[in-house]
């Protein structure tokens, strides 16, 4: 079974970067928190261009 990510336009208030993490979740999901231990793995990022136009 694969995932699909999809990014949409952000609201112009915020101007990144936006970075999509995953992390396998053991058993049930209704009690991870993922907060502990190295297990988060990036799977891609975005940084608008901040140069001055």
């Known amino acids: 079974m ?3 990510f999809q990014w949409d336009q952000w609201g ?7 970075m999509t993490c995953m992390a ?3 058993g049930s999901c209704s009690n ?5 231990g190295n297990i988060w793995v990036k799977i ?3 940084r608008p261009d901040q140069t001055p136009q």
């Open 2 to 4: 694969g995932s699909k």
């Open 32 to 36: 991870f928190k993922g907060d502990s």
């Open 44 to 46: 891609d990022q975005y």
């Open 12 to 18: 112009s208030s915020y101007s990144g970067p936006v």
């Open 24 to 26: 396998k979740c053991p």
